[in-house]
């Protein structure tokens, strides 16, 4: 049933640009500078929102 609904109504899978290394870079640096002013700020909870976004991002380029 699966197969005769795939061949009625096909679907393209729309694959998202490569991230360059330039633009991990820039987003590195704005959460660089995000967890420093949240450190300033005394705001615990936007420094640890931040590490871990950075952490995230950057363990899942190197990952992939």
């Known amino acids: ?5 795939q061949t009625v109504h096909p679907s393209v899978e729309n694959q998202a640009e490569p991230l360059q290394l330039s633009r991990l870079a820039q987003v590195d640096d704005w959460l660089g500078s ?9 705001d615990r909870a936007d420094e640890l929102r931040h590490r871990s ?3 995230l991002i950057l363990l899942g380029f190197w990952r992939g």
Do not use: C, F, T, V
């Not at 049933?1 to 609904?5: N, T």
């Open 53 to 55: 976004d950075r952490a």
């Open 1 to 5: 049933m699966l197969k005769g609904i």
């Open 34 to 42: 995000a967890i420093a002013a949240a450190r300033e700020r005394g």
